[in-house]
C-alpha cells in the first residue's frame, strides 16, 4: 500500500515518506504521518491513558459485541482532498474480534473492518479535532469518538461521508454524562471517570 501512495507524491514528499516507513522511534515515543509533515508525539500523560484505560474497560465489559483493542494500530488513511499521505496511530482502535484485524505483519494495516477510533486530546488537539476527524471520516472508519480533555467534552461522529470527507452524525456529551454507543456495542458509556 506505501507504494501506491508514494505514486502520488513528489520527490521530497517520497523521500520523506520513505524515511518515516523505515523509521524506528524510540520507545515511548509515537510517530504519525499527518498532511504531509512527521508527526512526533512523547509518551502520553497518566489522565490521557486513564480515560483509555476506562474506555476500554467497559468495551471489554459491557459491548454486545466482542471487541479488540489496541492502542498502538496504525492505520493506513486515504489520501486526496483534506487528506495527504496519512499514516495515523489513533490512541485506541476498536474492531470486531472475529475480524481479527490485528493479526497481520508489518506495522501497519488497513482501516477495513475497524468500528471504532478513539482520540484522546493532549498537546496538539487540533490534530484531532479536524484533521484527524476529515481523515478518518475519509476513510470510511464508522465511528470516531473524540475525548476532548481541554473542553471537557466526549463527542461520537457516525455516518462518515467520504465525499464531504466529514461525519454526518454526532453526538456529543459534556465529562460525567453518559454517552448511548451504536448498536454495535450497545450500552451508554459512562464518563464521570474523564473528568
Known amino acids: 500500500m506505501a507504494a501506491e501512495v508514494a505514486k502520488d507524491c513528489s520527490d521530497e514528499e517520497r523521500r520523506l515518506l520513505t524515511w518515516f516507513l523505515d523509521f524506528d522511534p524510540p520507545e515511548g515515543i509515537r510517530a504519525e504521518f499527518i498532511e504531509g509533515e512527521v508527526v512526533v508525539s512523547p ?30 494500530a496504525g492505520l493506513v488513511l486515504q489520501s486526496g482532498g483534506r487528506c495527504t499521505k496519512n499514516y495515523a496511530i489513533p490512541d485506541g482502535v476498536f474492531a470486531p474480534m472475529e475480524l481479527d484485524l490485528f493479526d497481520p505483519e508489518g506495522n501497519w494495516i488497513s482501516p477495513d473492518g475497524v468500528a471504532m477510533v478513539v482520540e484522546v486530546t493532549s498537546g496538539r488537539a487540533d490534530h484531532d479535532r479536524t484533521i484527524k476527524r476529515y481523515c478518518y471520516a475519509k476513510a470510511a472508519l464508522p465511528h470516531y469518538m473524540l475525548v476532548d480533555r481541554q473542553e471537557k467534552l466526549v463527542t461520537l461522529f457516525s455516518d462518515p461521508d467520504e465525499q464531504k470527507q466529514d461525519y454526518l452524525g454526532i453526538a456529543q456529551v459534556p465529562f460525567g454524562k453518559p454517552l448511548p454507543l451504536p448498536e454495535l456495542f450497545g450500552f451508554p458509556l459512562e464518563t464521570v471517570d474523564f473528568v
Do not use: F, I, W
Not at 502520553?44 to 459485541?65: D, F, G, I, N, Y
Open 43 to 72: 509518551a502520553p500523560a497518566p489522565r490521557h491513558e486513564k480515560c483509555l484505560s476506562r474506555l476500554s474497560r467497559q468495551v471489554a465489559r459491557m459491548s454486545v459485541t466482542p471487541m479488540d483493542y489496541s492502542g498502538n
